[in-house]
C-alpha cells in the first residue's frame, strides 16, 4: 500500500523559513515524480513544485520560484520542501502526491496517490 506521510507544518511570521517533509513508502515505482500542492480555503488546489524520480529534474510555479527548493532523499525515501521568504500567501493545507510515469506535472489530475497533508500558516 502506497503511503505518504507529510510533516513540518506550522505557524511563521512572513519572511520565515519551513521544511516540509513527505515521507514515501509502500511503492516501488523507478519512473515517478514526488509533487508538492497546496490548498488555500475556498481555493482550488494548486501545485507548487515537483521534482523527477529519472534524473532530480525539478519544476516550479512562477510564486515560489527563487523561494522554494525541492530536494530528495533516495535513502530516507523522503521528499522535501525548503520554503524561504514566505507570505502570507503562502498559507494553505501543503500536500505531497506520486505521479506515475514522471511528468513534472503540476496538474493534480495526474497524480494519483496522496498524503493527509500539513498546515502551513504564514503571519504578517
Known amino acids: 500500500e502506497v503511503q505518504l506521510v507529510e510533516s513540518g507544518g506550522g505557524l511563521v511570521q512572513a519572511g520565515g523559513s519551513l521544511r516540509l517533509s513527505c515521507a514515501a513508502s509502500?511503492?516501488?515505482?523507478?519512473?515517478?515524480?514526488i509533487g508538492w500542492f497546496r490548498q488555500a480555503p475556498g481555493k482550488e488546489r494548486e501545485g507548487v513544485s515537483s521534482i523527477s524520480s529519472i534524473d532530480g529534474s525539478t519544476y516550479y510555479r512562477d510564486s515560489v520560484k527563487g523561494r522554494f527548493t525541492i530536494s530528495s532523499d533516495n535513502a530516507k525515501n523522503t521528499v522535501y520542501l525548503q520554503m524561504n521568504s514566505l507570505k502570507p500567501e503562502d498559507t494553505a493545507v501543503y500536500y505531497c502526491a506520486v505521479d506515475r510515469p514522471s511528468s513534472l506535472s503540476l496538474w493534480a489530475d495526474d497524480y494519483d496517490y496522496w498524503g493527509q497533508g500539513t498546515q502551513v500558516t504564514v503571519s504578517s
Open positions: 509502500g511503492f516501488t515505482f523507478d519512473d515517478y515524480s
